[in-house]
T-cell receptor, first 115, second 116 residues
Framework: GAGVSQSPRYKVAKRGQDVALRCDPISGHVSLFWYQQALGQGPEFLTYFQNEAQLDKSGLPSDRFFAERPEGSVSTLKIQRTQQEDSAVYLC?????????????FGPGTRLTVL | AQKVTQAQTEISVVEKEDVTLDCVYE???????LFWYKQPPSGELVFLIR??????QNEISGRYSWNFQKSTSSFNFTITASQVVDSAVYFC?????????????FGSGTQLTVLP
């Protein structure tokens, strides 16, 4: 069965470039989450969507980070003017319903390296 | 604010040994959920278990067992008769029921290495 997919799996960017990371959640999943995982650390929450509505973006580290999910399915995380501290694995997760006890299914992540 | 602490950064055991991974959490909510995820070298987080704050029964699933103790705010994970395939990073996570937040708060993870 199809799980959460993310593309690209690896992205190398020069400092100052803009990048776009894509997430395809499991079909029918209402909730979608983005997390940032630095090397040797646990994932940290960035933002959360319920269908197309971005309900929480409190974890976005700066206004250079922007996420959208215009049709309530695929989501894109955009980082403008990338900096070296943006280097991390970006994980996307989806869950079936908007419930706090719902299991989140994670994608394989996009490893971003900013040179 | 919620917080999850996994004090053990790395653990190394020999195959067939039992191993316990510790997790301590902080939350002001009375209703919350605790999770364990496994992250193998491939990088994808794999769900293992979910417990709610009102259910303190310990759970066993095959070689895995979980000990939830509200009195000490701990949710420890034991692997019995470890195998090489258990080698991975294990994360404990918390979500709170209050408000509209639905995100998981993760600990920093424990790298488990099982040697043959």
């Amino acid at each position: 069965g199809a799980g959460v997919s993310q593309s690209p799996r690896y992205k190398v960017a020069k400092r100052g470039q803009d990048v776009a990371l894509r997430c395809d959640p499991i079909s029918g999943h209402v909730s979608l989450f983005w997390y940032q995982q630095a090397l040797g650390q646990g994932p940290e929450f960035l933002t959360y969507f319920q269908n197309e509505a971005q309900l929480d973006k409190s974890g976005l580290p700066s206004d250079r980070f922007f996420a959208e999910r215009p049709e309530g399915s695929v989501s894109t995380l955009k980082i403008q003017r990338t900096q070296q501290e943006d280097s991390a694995v970006y994980l996307c997760a989806s869950s079936l319903a908007n419930r706090v006890d719902n299991e989140q299914f994670f994608g394989p992540g996009t490893r971003l390296t900013v040179l | 604010a919620q917080k999850v602490t996994q004090a053990q950064t790395e653990i190394s055991v020999v195959e067939k040994e039992d191993v316990t991974l510790d997790c301590v959490y902080e939350t002001r909510d009375t209703t919350y959920y605790l999770f364990w995820y496994k992250q193998p070298p491939s990088g994808e987080l794999v769900f293992l278990i979910r417990r709610n704050s009102f259910d303190e029964q310990n759970e066993i699933s095959g070689r895995y067992s979980w000990n939830f103790q509200k009195s000490t705010s701990s949710f420890n994970f034991t692997i019995t008769a470890s195998q090489v395939v258990d080698s991975a990073v294990y994360f404990c996570a918390l979500s709170e029921a209050a408000g509209s937040a639905r995100q998981l708060t993760f600990g920093s993870g424990t790298q488990l290495t099982v040697l043959p």
